[in-house]
């Protein structure tokens, strides 16, 4: 797999944050702790019911300060800070396990739970208590005018233009902890792979797209993922 690997793009899921403790989001009930997708993600479930939308986001981001990075983050952040050529981190988590390892090239694409998006201003800043309290915006002032910084079904995720340009210059593609269910981030293996790129998935189990990738392994991240770095920087 190493050959002349330089550019290297790495897109994470829930499944990375897994061992951490933090809830995947596809279970096989097809519910997202208890919720179904409809009724917490969407712009429409928001102006139905802002409550409910504002407790659920406030309650994950309670839990994250019960919850630490765990070997998988480690790994990445390891590689991120030894790895000579490009590296960019691509994670659709809205947890911020990849900050708190230590990832300096990495992209929330479908935002973060510690951001506050305002209504009122179109500002994002930093956001770490309840929103549904509906507090002010630390940049306008304006109360009640934040929502939780995360894309939602129907939102366009953050910074396509530089992942698409990163998955045309990449010698090798990697998917950690994805179910593969959710677009455009499940496409971005064929996009790497038309332009030429190696392409691997680590997987608990076979995503949705698992054939379209050159290579898949089976099992946990917080085993698979530090093997793997220790295999690319052998030889660094
Ligand atoms: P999913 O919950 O759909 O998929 C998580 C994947 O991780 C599954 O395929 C599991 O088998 C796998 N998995 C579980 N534990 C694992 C472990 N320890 N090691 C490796 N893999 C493991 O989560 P995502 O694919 O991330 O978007 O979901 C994509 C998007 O759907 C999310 O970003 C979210 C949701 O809509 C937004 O909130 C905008």
Redesign the pocket.
């Known amino acids: 797999m190493q050959g002349d690997i330089q550019n290297i793009v790495i897109l994470t899921?829930?499944?990375?944050s897994?061992?951490s403790g933090v809830a995947?989001?596809?279970g096989p009930d097809g519910l997202w702790e208890g919720h179904r997708v409809e009724d917490v993600?969407t712009p429409e479930a928001f102006a139905r019911d802002p409550d409910l939308v504002q407790n659920f986001y406030d309650e994950r981001r309670a839990k994250l300060k019960t919850v630490h990075p765990n070997a998988a983050h480690k790994a990445l952040a390891k590689l991120d800070a030894q790895w000579p050529g490009d590296l960019l981190l691509v994670t659709?988590?809205?947890d911020d396990l990849h900050d708190r390892a230590g990832s300096k090239n990495l992209l929330h694409m479908?935002g973060e739970l510690n951001s506050g998006w305002c209504r009122a201003c179109d500002g994002r800043s930093p956001f770490d208590g309840v929103m549904a309290a509906g507090p002010a915006c630390p940049l306008c002032g304006q109360s009640g005018q934040l929502r939780p910084d995360?894309?939602?079904f129907g939102e366009m995720p953050y910074q396509m233009d530089r992942i698409d340009l990163a998955l045309t210059q990449c010698d090798l593609f990697l998917s950690i902890?994805?179910?593969g269910?959710?677009y455009p981030a499940a496409g971005f293996v064929q996009t790497a792979r038309h332009y030429g790129a190696q392409t691997l998935e680590?997987?608990?189990?076979p995503?949705e797209g698992s054939f379209h990738f050159h290579e898949s392994r089976m099992g946990?991240?917080?085993t698979l993922v530090p093997e793997w770095v220790e295999e690319m920087l052998r030889d660094v």
């Open positions: 899921g829930a499944g990375i897994a061992e995947t989001f596809r993600a659709q988590n809205v479908h995360i894309v939602w902890g994805t179910s269910a959710v680590m997987n608990l189990d995503s946990k991240a917080g």
